[in-house]
């Protein structure tokens, strides 16, 4: 592990070079509070002054506890958003790019799903090249899923942006050189990574056949890529996500007036990704009180799948995997103190059961708004693409006040994700096992009862800079490496401490 990193080894600077992001065990209230204590006396006699780093351990986690605990959340806005920032800047340990003629040849990658699942394979290809050090070429997307989209890369993402704000990390070609081409004996081999690969799987299986054939394509390059990675890799992944993949000015275009116009009628808005498609349900196998119609319609779609197993829809609404109603989000929604002046931007695709299934929500929400509503002619153009209509909804999103999700799918960790890291913008996450148990028992309480319940199951889970942390992070999700806290200069740990004493009386 201390060994300096072989120009010539791609995956040296993997292994040896970047430190592990780990865990610390979070101590108890009562241990911060006695530690800032008795570095308030050493102050005192000595006229130490703690540094920065040690003032942002001791702080973060005294107040992990705090914001948790103590106090109603403002539901618009964390109080502490502003003491975070994003922060990915590439690291001098981090091994640079390497000229494309001195790399170990092209990668190419095939992506799969929709327009987020395909941005979280172009994030991790990056990474992939960097570490097989790789020219990467631009990504082909996916014109063959459920949503029959024929939008290349450039008709979504700024293609030369993306190629010059990650010249310094990979060498990034629009194609593999006709001169390069024509100079190879076989066209480029193609393979197929398994799900969630160590780095160590790219040096040992997939690198040696890059150099071998000069060119290589990985395919259905989706969660290809472990989670665990070294700090300064995973940095490497919030500029691809975060700063390298920008809209096409198009997108951003249509996207900024939908928000435009949304604040010419409220200075702020609650957007929701609703996520209630009849595949989708079909797929969850849950159960909706349809009746025996909803039954046989969803049964009939799941047969789509071939390997998908009998679930008990009772049993998976148990265990929280079934997505919220539109209605069930509404409850939640006013039970969080949302009143119904508030207005909603709605994201979705096709919702099963149509304008009766959204007509309780609208009930209680009367200012609803999608972008058919909000755009429309300027929205002609995108009809045909169901990738670009997600990325206007994503730039509505992104800039709302408040998101919301009825589910746990890739825009919603995607967009969690950069809300976080761009300063912890209110992100709302149900916690649907705890709720649906609560809505099913609804009829038995009254509002203020049920109210205050949803409060207490959503604490810890309303985007707060300390929010629940599941035992299997998604880094998209939760991409802890890329966020810093900002810490006062020159404070000493009594001033601190007197602060902190005032806060808690």
């Known amino acids: 592990m201390g060994r300096k990193p072989d120009p010539a080894k791609p995956h040296s600077g993997v292994r040896s070079v970047l430190p592990k992001a780990g865990r610390r065990a979070q101590p108890s209230p009562v241990v911060l509070g006695a530690a800032l204590f008795v570095l308030g006396f050493v102050s005192l006699f000595t006229g130490h002054i703690v540094t920065d780093a040690d003032w942002s351990r001791i702080r973060s986690r005294w107040r992990s506890n705090q914001v948790r605990n103590n106090g109603p959340i403002d539901i618009w806005k964390s109080r502490y958003s502003n003491l975070y920032y994003g922060c990915s800047g590439r690291s001098p340990k981090l091994r640079s790019a390497v000229p494309e003629n001195g790399s170990t040849g092209y990668l190419l990658i095939g992506t799969s799903g ?5 941005r979280i394979g172009i994030t991790d290809a990056v990474v992939v090249a960097w570490i097989l050090n790789a020219t990467l070429v631009v990504p082909e997307l996916d014109h063959h899923s459920f949503w029959k989209d024929d939008s290349d890369f450039s008709d979504i993402f700024d293609v030369d942006w993306f190629i010059s704000y990650l010249s310094k990390d990979v060498p990034v070609v629009k194609s593999i050189p006709y001169e390069v081409m024509t100079s190879m004996d076989k066209l480029p ?4 990574a398994p799900r969630k690969s160590m780095p160590e799987f790219y040096v040992d299986e997939v690198l040696p056949i890059l150099m071998r054939r000069r060119a290589l394509q990985l395919t259905k390059f989706d969660y290809r890529l472990t989670n665990e990675l070294d700090e300064e890799l995973q940095k490497l992944r919030c500029r691809v996500n975060f700063h390298a993949l920008r809209f096409t000015k198009s997108i951003q275009s249509l996207g900024k ?13 609650v957007a929701i990704h609703l996520r209630f498609e009849p595949d989708m349900l079909a797929f969850s196998g849950c159960y909706y009180g349809g009746g025996e119609k909803e039954r046989k319609e969803l049964a009939e779609i799941r047969k789509r799948w071939d390997t998908l197993p009998d679930l008990s829809a009772e049993d998976e609404r148990t265990r929280g995997k079934c997505p919220l109603t539109p209605h069930e989000i509404g409850l939640m929604l006013q039970a969080l103190g949302f009143g119904n002046e508030t207005y909603l931007y709605v994201a979705s695709g096709e919702i099963y059961g149509g304008e009766e299934t959204l007509r309780p929500l609208r009930e209680l929400f009367p200012n609803f708004y999608t972008k058919e509503m909000l755009a429309g002619d300027d929205l002609k153009p995108f009809l045909p693409f169901a990738s670009q209509l997600a990325a206007v909804d994503f730039i509505v999103c992104d800039e709302s006040d408040v998101f919301v999700t009825n589910n746990n799918g890739n825009m919603a960790k995607v967009l969690a ?25 609804r009829n038995q309480m009254d509002w203020d009862r049920f109210s205050q319940k949803v409060k207490k199951i959503q604490r810890g889970l309303m985007g707060e800079p300390d929010d629940t942390r599941h035992g299997r992070d998604d880094f998209h999700e939760m991409p802890s490496s890329c ?8 404070r000493s740990v009594t001033t601190q401490t007197e602060n902190l004493t005032a806060q808690v009386s």
């Open 257 to 269: 007036k939908l928000v435009r116009r949304l604040r010419i009628m409220s200075s702020r808005y």
């Open 483 to 490: 966020i810093c806290q900002r810490v006062p200069a020159n």
């Open 189 to 192: 081999w193609t393979m197929r």
């Open 417 to 441: 994700g950069r809300r976080r890291y761009m300063g912890h913008k209110r992100t709302i996450r149900p916690n649907t096992k705890k709720l649906n148990v609560l809505f099913q028992a």
């Open 114 to 118: 929709g327009l987020n699942q395909q």
